[in-house]
């Protein structure tokens, strides 16, 4: 009776993918790549120079890009356990970078180059989005995605 519990396999519940899950994983992708890309574009083709904060920011969404697409390729159910620390850290370090560029009181408190600057805006549209804050948006709309929409099983969800 007791090899039989353990020989006969037991059929496992699951859920189906969601499309809301299936399109939170997609566009996570999505904005990560386009944020690498971008990123990319600046300081290659556009010829700005990375900050040491922007080079910090980088640190977390070129590995966040590769390991969402992987698991999205892969149908990983656990990137949680590796995105989320990821986009966390991303952002506050976009939120440190807003602030050095916006309150002149920051911006003194931290020396990062004196050819790169960090509290210098290069790229500012509306008034106030900059660089900083567009990769803050990235790393907020991942943790959103990642933690707002949730499966058993299913690409990233």
């Given amino acids: 009776m007791l090899v039989a519990l353990v020989v006969i396999p037991h059929p496992r519940k699951t859920k189906a993918i969601t499309p809301v899950c299936l399109i939170a994983g997609s566009l996570s992708v999505?904005?990560?790549?386009?944020a690498t890309l971008g990123s990319l574009y600046l300081s290659e083709i556009g010829d700005l120079s990375p900050c040491r904060w922007c080079w910090i920011q980088r640190v977390f969404m070129y590995p966040l890009a590769v390991v969402l697409?992987?698991?999205?390729?892969?149908?990983?159910?656990?990137?949680?356990?590796?995105?989320?620390p990821l986009s966390s850290m991303g952002l506050a370090?976009?939120?440190?970078?807003?602030?050095?560029q916006?309150?002149?009181?920051?911006?003194?408190?931290?020396?990062?180059?004196?050819?790169?600057?960090?509290?210098v805006t290069y790229i500012e549209k509306f008034g106030f989005i900059?660089?900083?804050w567009m990769a803050?948006?990235?790393?907020?709309?991942v943790l959103v995605l990642l933690?707002?929409?949730r499966s058993s099983e299913g690409r990233i969800g």
């Fill in 69 to 84: 697409v992987i698991a999205w390729l892969t149908v990983d159910r656990h990137v949680r356990r590796y995105a989320i």
């Fill in 147 to 149: 933690t707002g929409f």
């Fill in 102 to 119: 916006q309150v002149p009181s920051f911006s003194h408190a931290e020396s990062c180059s004196l050819t790169t600057p960090c509290s």
């Fill in 136 to 141: 803050g948006s990235v790393f907020l709309l």
């Fill in 93 to 100: 370090a976009s939120i440190w970078h807003y602030l050095l």
């Fill in 30 to 34: 999505l904005v990560t790549v386009a």
């Fill in 130 to 132: 900059s660089i900083p």
